[in-house]
């Protein structure tokens, strides 16, 4: 099972913040704001707020909790685990980034959407990611990908961060 260590994330994060430096930063309209899906996204979302913030950039920080939106709930046959979104600010014509761990049929991406146009109308959305394996069901695409993974649609892939799981690796 291949795996990406955590030093290899730490400089896809890097080449992450000096991608919205050069090309999100600058072109946002009103202000900019890095919103994070929760549970790995929002962690890494908070990472990247930290590396523009170091770089002069300042951005707003969000999270959200898509679990509600999703349209395979009642497929789980589980009782959801639901978190609190945080976020803190009016999206109303600001540039948001959604920021998710794993971009793979893209219906997290449509709830995460959802969840947002509910708190106001942000000029601009962008979908990053740290890992992109493909597999649309929905025409949905990131605009960013750290990784881009060659992946069977049954295998999965687990990333851990340090902030949560006490080790950092992407694996699949």
């Known amino acids: 099972?291949?795996?990406?260590?955590?030093?290899e994330i730490e400089q896809a994060l890097d080449a992450w913040a000096a991608h919205l430096l050069n090309t999100t930063a600058p072109q946002a309209v009103g202000k900019l704001a890095i919103v994070g899906l929760i549970s790995h996204?929002?962690?890494?979302?908070r990472r990247l707020v930290q590396k523009l913030k170091d770089n002069g950039c300042e951005a707003?920080?969000?999270?959200?909790d898509i679990t509600l939106y999703r349209d395979d709930l009642n497929l789980r046959g589980i009782r959801p685990a639901l978190k609190s979104s945080y976020l803190p600010f009016s999206p109303d014509d600001m540039t948001l980034v959604l920021v998710d761990d794993v971009c793979n049929t893209g219906r997290t991406a449509r709830?995460?959407?959802e969840v947002i146009f509910e708190y106001g109308r942000p000029a601009k959305v962008e979908l990053h990611c740290l890992a992109d394996r493909g597999g649309r069901q929905l025409p949905i695409h990131p605009d960013y990908a750290a990784f881009k993974?060659?992946?069977?649609?049954?295998?999965?892939?687990?990333?851990?961060?340090?902030?949560i799981d006490g080790t950092e690796d992407l694996t699949y």
């Open 111 to 113: 709830a995460a959407m």
């Open 60 to 64: 707003e920080y969000g999270a959200i």
């Open 149 to 163: 993974l060659e992946s069977p649609e049954a295998e999965r892939i687990q990333l851990r961060l340090m902030e």
């Open 41 to 45: 996204g929002d962690v890494l979302a």
């Open 1 to 7: 099972m291949p795996t990406i260590k955590q030093a």
